[in-house]
């Protein structure tokens, strides 16, 4: 049974609701103002992937598209979309550790907290 979003033209409100079926339950209506000329909301969704498409998905030349080894924020960005191909294996607090090791680096490089970034050779992670 599929969980569906629903959105509201009147009072902008948004809700859930868990659906049997496909089409839309009789009598649907927004909790908040009770209109019911809500309309279903195009939502996220997840998909699996098998363990021979992510490691495809990580050889891909494309993976390593907007590069610059010397920037750390460019590292930080391709070690992330690397976390997300790597699912769970990476750890939930992967992010969580990108953005501490790129703090560190910033912090070392001189930027601190005035955003002028300085040289930068090393990130420490390889």
């Known amino acids: 049974m599929p969980i569906y979003e629903?959105?509201?033209?009147?009072c902008n409100g948004k809700f859930q609701r868990l659906v049997r079926g496909f089409s839309d339950p009789p009598g649907l209506a927004c909790p908040r103002c009770g209109?019911?000329?809500v309309r279903r909301a195009v939502s996220r969704f997840a998909t699996i992937k098998s363990e021979e498409s992510r490691l495809d998905a990580?050889?891909?030349?494309?993976?390593?598209?907007?590069?610059?080894e010397s920037d750390p924020r460019a590292i930080?960005?391709?070690?992330?979309?690397?976390g997300k191909e790597l699912g769970d294996e990476a750890g939930?607090?992967?992010?969580?550790?990108?953005?501490?090791?790129?703090a560190e680096e910033?912090?070392?490089d001189g930027?601190?907290?005035?955003?002028?970034?300085g040289?930068?050779?090393?990130?420490?992670?390889g």
Do not use: N
């Open 92 to 102: 939930e607090d992967w992010d969580e550790m990108v953005d501490q090791m790129l």
């Open 106 to 108: 910033l912090d070392g």
């Open 76 to 82: 930080a960005r391709w070690a992330k979309k690397l």
């Open 58 to 68: 990580l050889a891909d030349p494309a993976m390593m598209s907007g590069l610059d």
């Open 111 to 117: 930027e601190g907290k005035a955003g002028t970034q």
């Open 6 to 10: 629903y959105l509201c033209p009147l």
């Open 119 to 125: 040289p930068s050779d090393d990130l420490g992670w």
């Open 35 to 37: 209109s019911v000329e």
